[in-house]
C-alpha cells in the first residue's frame, strides 16, 4: 500500500508539474490515462503538505513565470495567468498575488 500511495502522489505531482506549464488538462487526462475531471480534482485540491509545495513544482512555476516575464508581462499580469488557469498556489491555498510573483523569480 505505501507504494501504491506513493505512486499515486507521484501522478499528482506531474499533473501540477504540467498544469504549470501550460499543458492543456486534455493533454494531461491522456499522458496519465485518467479522466478529465480526475484531472480536475487533483488541481483542486487543497493540502498545503502536498507536492504542491514540493521543489519540482516551485521550480516549473518559476521558469514559466521567467519565461513570461521574458515576453513582458508584469508580475501582476503572470498572477492573473496563473489565476485564470488555475495554477496551483504554492501553499495550495488562496490565489496567486504579484508580491508572490516577484518573491519566486528573485529567490
Known sequence: MPNQHKQLLA???????LHAQ????EDIAAELSWSLDTVRSTLEM??????ATSNAHRESLRQRAEILRAEGFSYSKIARRFNDERVPTLSGQGWWHHTVIKRLLHE
Open 11 to 17: 501522478m499528482r505531482e506531474r499533473v501540477w508539474e
Open 46 to 51: 487543497n493540502h498545503a503538505s502536498s507536492a
Open 22 to 25: 501550460g499543458v492543456p488538462l
